[in-house]
């Protein structure tokens, strides 16, 4: 169980610390100064929060309801329907995963639908970028290359990827199936939590927590686990069609924090998760720039926020302006002339600070508007017309913004990211030009790393912004952890400046420093400024390269997943997809914590399933711990026993 309990975990907001990011920190200074109020503001308005939603025992299913379990006994301890607590939280749960899937996969599905658009010649603004990508992809998903065109092979990959979608066969998901070792194989047929095909995961979910049907607990996070899985193929699917559309993902450095506007240029911000839009924006803005610059601007500068913004990070340099938590504060700068967004993370509160400034919001898909903002639709036939629509009207912002003042805090640090899975390894290589993912392996058995931790997830108000990102980095990397990392989770790190090679020198322990010192020396001639404490892999769909990472990683070693030392964390989680991405993490036989608590802790026996129960059956557990210090030694904790069990001695 988490070290601190329940009452103590939310304390008065007014009196603690909001967030550690010091350019957060000077805007919320700045907000207060100006009445403008934020997600920090609305957080603390909405304590104390139900303690009954908190723990999950809310049951809004019915309409009899809400129904609350008020009681240890009588008629008071159950839903109306006689839903025992367990049952309440268990379908809350599994909702949350179904929701999750559904969001990282719809947009595979989306990356999908342009491929195969682009490889059929009907959309002209996309093409197959990285036919070496696209080979290794159909090689893996089991489609012969031979003799077929770039475009016929993307044709058939897309039509497999969709077929993922809505199999009505009883085979599982090709991606999920091409991409894990045997023994996850079996335990998925055994357990039957491997989905046949992503939407009819969900659908199944959302029937099987439907009022009168499963009341039983395990079946339903089963259940839930199968819709995890079916959130994995999406998000596979999503990363490999990204790649083959815009290229895998290689080394670059660039900057992260809001120093990264700049008050003399057009400031494009680009915030949501799915590159299509995002990549076309970036590519577009370097013809733009004599335009903006007509407009008396000093150029154009795209930074982003959130997952789109990783996206754009990776395969293109393009700096972080901020994560999650703060992105109304890029805002209050005033130098933020459009934020662009599409889908996922976009606070609708983003529009209410946009009112007090020049800039403008714009939405570009179907299914997320946000009133009052402006709607540019994007369509992938028109894509680039969209993007160069969009940038004319931020150049056209950027002119009723001239000769203000903008407050921009001067905070940013240095970032290297682009560390998909290949590029990784070509890092490995420079090692092993053999085997290359045994240079990771062969210093977790000689004791000089202690092995592997993903961070990943989100910012969760319920702690202290990036707080508990920063803090379980340091002491993972202080015990000779090899960092890699995703999300908002990876931005927090870049704007601390963790993701600078000065970081391992202030933060690693020693074999840590001496891994990635070798890596660095061998590395030198690709890149010279050193390496980073943490390893940047990308969005939150590309925690499947971070899972194939852990593939590789038991392949290598003979063992399956469980026995890998391999963590993941989710330090300040707070969206579905994270239960979702959790769900998998678990079903993959990987310890997962989790630093703000799900709403599960109004039932023992669903805490028991996800803590214990789901170790004894999948090798993969969660640990709720919002302690960050604690958190860390249960992490390196959970490495310690693995490393032991293999017979490693440190
Ligand atoms: Fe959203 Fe991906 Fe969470 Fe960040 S980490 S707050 S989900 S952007 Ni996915």
């Not at 920090?40 to 929060?49: E, G, L, S, V, W």
């Not at 199944?204 to 193929?233: C, E, R, W």
């Amino acid at each position: 169980t988490p070290s601190v309990p329940r009452k103590e975990r939310i304390k008065d907001p007014k009196n603690v610390m909001r967030s550690v990011d010091p350019a957060a920190l000077l805007m919320l200074e700045k907000a207060k100064e100006k009445n403008l109020l934020s997600a920090y503001d609305r957080f603390a308005a909405q304590q104390p929060q139900c303690a009954f939603g908190y723990e999950g025992i809310c049951c809004r299913i019915c309409f009899q309801g809400p129904c609350r379990i008020k009681s240890e006994e009588g008629p008071g301890s159950k839903g109306i329907c006689g839903a025992h607590g367990y049952t309440i939280v268990s379908r809350n749960v599994a909702r949350m995963m179904a929701g999750g899937a559904s969001a990282h996969s719809d947009h595979g599905r989306h990356i999908a639908h342009a491929l195969l658009h682009a490889a059929e010649g009907k959309i002209a603004d996309y093409k197959v970028t990285d036919v070496e990508k696209l080979k290794r992809v159909a090689e893996r998903v089991g489609i012969s290359t031979e003799g077929k065109t770039a475009n016929e092979l993307a044709i058939e990959v897309s039509q497999a990827a969709l077929e993922d979608f809505g199999r009505q066969t009883d085979e599982p998901c090709t991606w999920l199936w091409s991409y894990i070792t045997e023994g996850r194989k079996k335990k998925f047929e055994d357990c039957n939590i491997a989905p046949t095909s992503i939407d009819r995961a969900v659908v199944a979910m959302m029937h099987q927590t439907h009022i009168g049907v499963d009341a039983d607990p395990v079946n339903i996070i089963f259940g839930g686990l199968k819709t995890s899985l079916a959130d994995y193929t999406g998000m596979h699917i999503s990363t490999d069609l990204s790649d083959v559309l815009f290229g895998t993902p290689k080394p670059v450095i660039t900057e992260a924090n809001l120093g990264v506007l700049k008050a003399d240029k057009v400031n494009i911000v680009v915030h949501g998760h799915n590159p299509l839009l995002s990549q076309t924006v970036v590519n577009v803005a370097k013809e733009m720039e004599a335009e903006a610059k007509a407009a008396g601007a000093a150029g154009i500068q795209l930074s982003g926020i959130c997952c789109t913004g990783n996206e754009v990070l990776m395969r293109s340099g393009v700096p972080i302006a901020t994560n999650f938590a703060s992105q109304e504060l890029a805002i209050m700068t005033g130098a933020v002339d459009v934020m662009v967004v599409d889908v996922q993370c976009i606070m609708p509160g983003v529009r209410a600070i946009s009112e007090c400034f020049h800039t403008k919001i714009v939405t570009t898909m179907d299914n997320s508007k946000i009133p009052g903002s402006y709607h540019y639709a994007f369509d992938e036939h028109h894509a680039v017309e969209s993007a160069k629509g969009i940038i004319r009207l931020a150049i056209e912002a950027f002119k009723t913004r001239k000769g203000k003042t903008c407050e921009i805090p001067q905070i940013k640090n240095k970032v290297i990211a682009g560390f998909s899975l290949e590029a990784l390894l070509e890092l490995f290589a420079a090692l092993n030009p053999e085997t290359p993912i045994k240079v990771l392996t062969d210093a977790i058995e000689a004791g000089e790393i202690a092995g592997v931790a993903l961070f990943a997830g989100c910012n969760n108000l319920e702690a202290p912004h990036d707080n508990n990102h920063l803090t379980i980095a340091k002491e993972l990397a202080k015990n000779n952890v090899f960092l890699v990392g995703t999300g908002c989770s990876a931005q927090a790190l870049a704007k601390a400046g963790l993701l600078a090679p000065e970081a391992v020198e202030e933060y690693a322990g020693e074999g840590l420093k001496s891994f990635l010192k070798k890596l660095a020396d061998a590395n030198k001639d690709k890149l010279a400024d050193g390496l980073p404490l943490m390893f940047h892999m990308g969005s939150c769909v590309d925690n499947s390269r971070a899972h194939d990472l852990c593939t590789m990683m038991a392949e290598q070693m003979g063992v399956d997943i469980p026995k890998v030392p391999f963590v993941a964390t989710a330090p300040e989680a707070m969206s579905e997809k994270a239960v979702s991405i959790g769900g998998g993490a678990v079903a993959m036989g990987i310890p997962t914590h989790v630093g703000t608590m799900p709403p599960i802790e109004g039932s023992s026996l669903v805490y028991g399933i996800a803590t214990q129960i789901a170790s004894d059956v999948y090798g993969g557990y969660f640990i709720f711990e919002t302690d960050p210090v604690a958190a860390a030694t249960k992490l390196t904790a959970a490495l310690d026993y693995r490393t032991w069990k293999l017979g490693i001695h440190k």
